[in-house]
């Protein structure tokens, strides 16, 4: 009797776990679209083994890095990126084009105004990235976001605020329900939902990365602590988009940027800023500088607790000593122009001919959205 209980005992443990593993690899909305799922899914499969090649575009320029990668490599990335962006304004404009504002000319060009308004530039990039899931590419967007009280059109600086964040007065009415400010903030979040939506009824499902490098000094929504500040702003985002607009296809990619002891420059602790895992799907850090210390991989996935972690925006592109060494990255993405601009031809092609590098070639997606590898 005893060998039975035991064997029962054994079977009920075993039952637990496999309960447990498979609740880790959950989307934090339960009510997360089919195609949000198994591509999540995809993520758990392929960590540690393999890592997905991406690039990002500028809104206003389709997939012309996208097809750069492929020029000097051969080979399409997996992961295709872009940003809701802003239309910049203010004689200080070129200082901001490095990030693409929607109505300026290509960062790799000298910056002159375009004649393109914000939804439009928003509808051109959802129609672009229609054609590029179609074609079997991962979509992830952010949006370089003005202060709310600016609306999609400001000077650069409402953006990057550095010393001129909000203060804690006015970060409590911005993340206090019904305020005017609040409303304001909603009024953007709509105006982004609306193209989201789009992107849901066509069954795509996007690593969603707003309000990336929350641990620096640069943005306006930069370095706010403690559970009234970022942290408050992060789940307000995440219940709005996903309880009010029922937002189904959004896996949220909470982004960092790797910490730094810069003058005027910082980035700090990761945890300092974490929202909780109820409300992350995958981890984030942006690498500008060639900067892949160890520490910075490893005090990630501690705080990833088993959920996966990525490198949201790249300059330098990791060496494949890099990847062999921190196995853990799900993908990496070139910023724009950087992808020369920071990288000899020679590295790029080196990366993408990397066995652990899976370029758009090597991942086949059914009509369910499920993706898998494609054996060679």
């Not at 593993?21 to 392929?46: C, H, M, T, W």
């Not at 996903?242 to 937002?247: D, S, V």
């Not at 896996?251 to 940027?257: A, E, H, R």
Request: include cysteine.
């Amino acid at each position: 009797m005893k060998n039975v209980l035991f064997i029962i005992f054994l079977s009920l443990l075993t039952f637990l776990s496999c309960k447990h593993n498979e609740s880790g690899q959950e989307a934090v909305n339960p009510d997360a679209s089919p195609e949000a799922r198994a591509l999540l899914k995809f993520l758990y499969d392929i960590r540690g083994e393999y890592i997905l090649s991406g690039q990002h575009n500028y809104i206003n320029t389709g997939s012309e890095y996208t097809e750069e990668v492929q020029r000097i490599t051969g080979k399409y990335p997996v992961i295709w990126g872009s940003d809701f962006s802003f239309c910049v304004q203010g004689d200080n404009y070129a200082r901001f084009q490095h990030c693409g504002p929607l109505n300026l000319s290509d960062p790799s060009d000298s910056a002159y105004f375009i004649d393109l308004d914000t939804e439009q530039a928003r509808t051109d990039m959802v129609e672009e990235i229609i054609r590029r899931y179609r074609q079997g590419h991962i979509i992830t967007l952010m949006w370089h976001g003005c202060f709310p009280s600016d609306g999609d059109c400001c000077r650069g600086n409402s953006i990057w605020a550095m010393e001129n964040r909000p203060s804690d007065s006015t970060w409590n009415q911005l993340t206090t329900d019904g305020t005017v400010l609040n409303n304001q903030w909603k009024e953007q979040m709509d105006k982004i939902a609306r193209h989201l939506v789009v992107l849901q009824e066509h069954h795509i499902p996007v690593l969603w990365r707003p309000y990336h490098e929350m641990n620096g000094v640069w943005f306006w929504w930069c370095n706010k602590r403690g559970n009234d500040g970022f942290r408050k702003l992060w789940i307000m985002t995440y219940d709005y988009l996903t309880h009010h607009h029922h937002l189904n296809n959004l896996l949220w990619v909470w982004d960092t940027n790797a910490p730094r002891d810069i003058q005027g420059d910082e980035a700090f602790d990761y945890e300092l800023f974490y929202p909780g895992d109820e409300y992350v799907d995958i981890l984030a850090a942006d690498v500008y500088r060639s900067d892949y210390r160890p520490s910075h991989y490893d005090k990630l996935l501690d705080l990833a607790k088993g959920k996966p972690i990525a490198l949201g925006e790249v300059g330098g592109l990791p060496s494949p000593g890099i990847i062999d060494n921190q196995p853990y990255w799900e993908w990496f993405m070139s910023w724009g122009n950087l992808l020369t601009r920071s990288n000899p031809e020679d590295k790029i092609t080196e990366l993408y001919q990397s066995p652990r590098v899976l370029t758009l070639d090597r991942i086949r997606r059914d009509h369910k959205g499920h993706i898998s590898l494609v054996i060679k």
